[in-house]
């Protein structure tokens, strides 16, 4: 069932319209002596869908935690719809959808008070009628009064994205959100993706999975050394060599 989609996003900054949804300059990230993320520039504009390949510790997951504001670079700028990451964290949480390694989810609540908690720390408006879509467009409809514990990982999965566009956000982070679902969920996920995309929405979504990456999204990019070391469009990408050269990186030493 392909979900509704969400209302197109025209996010307003100081009274104008910000061209770019996500843009990054000179980023850079370390643990102790350890250099992650290097002088990492990046812009992402509405609408667009960029995916990021990567190695296991190339800095994937650290570079989605500073977008979304759970981790603090070392040095750079980052600026989410035109709100600057170090001075407004609080505004662009309100306006940021994330699905990370760890659900956020209480697993002692049932799916239905998860999902309340959240709709009350949103300031939802219709928050019942709003946990009744998210619930549908994830087929979590059977599974409500569940707590969390007694979920599988990928009924967790499920919701964890529910819990993401809960508050209809006009960025989407995804960090590999199609780890542990089953066929039905990976269909649901792609369709909501694609809503998101087409809504004027940004997804930057990062994932070793070549066949979803390139399916789903219409830029890709391949972190490694620190940096966006390839970024292309999707048009104009041919999956079979794409994957030749995403091996070499994979290949290269950190």
């Known amino acids: 069932m392909r979900p509704l989609l969400p ?3 025209h996010w307003v ?31 992402v504009g509405w609408g667009e869908f960029l995916v990021i390949f990567g190695a296991n510790g190339v800095g994937k997951t650290t570079f989605l935690k500073i977008l979304s504001t759970q ?3 070392d040095a750079g700028q980052v600026w989410i719809g035109g709100l600057d990451r170090g001075r407004d964290p609080a505004a662009i949480r309100r306006r940021i959808g994330v699905v ?18 959240y ?16 619930l549908r467009l994830m087929g979590l409809e059977g599974r409500r ?13 499920r919701l964890s994205i529910a819990r ?8 989407l982070l995804l960090d590999e959100p199609e780890a542990g679902l089953d066929q039905e969920a990976l269909e649901m996920l792609g369709l909501l993706l694609d809503g998101w995309r087409r809504a ?3 997804v930057v979504m990062t994932t070793h999975n070549l066949e979803h990456g390139l399916a789903w999204g219409d830029r890709v990019a391949i972190l490694a050394g620190g940096k966006i070391a390839f970024e292309e469009s999707r048009r104009s990408l041919d999956a079979a060599s794409f994957a030749g050269t995403y091996s070499r990186y994979l290949e290269a030493p950190l």
């Open 119 to 134: 709709g009350r720390m949103y300031s939802l408006k219709k928050p019942r009628e709003r946990i009744e879509e998210v």
């Open 7 to 9: 209302t197109r996003y």
């Open 200 to 202: 004027g929405r940004a």
């Open 164 to 171: 993401a566009i809960l508050h209809d956000p006009a960025v």
């Open 13 to 43: 900054v100081n009274g104008h319209g910000e061209a770019q949804a996500i843009l990054v300059k000179g980023l850079r990230k370390g643990y102790g002596d350890w250099p992650v993320l290097r002088e990492l520039d990046l812009s």
């Open 145 to 157: 009064n569940q707590r969390v514990r007694n979920l599988s990982h990928g009924m967790q999965k």
């Open 71 to 73: 981790a603090r670079p």
């Open 100 to 117: 990370a390694h760890l659900g956020f989810l209480y697993e002692d609540m049932t799916c239905q008070e998860n999902l309340a908690f």
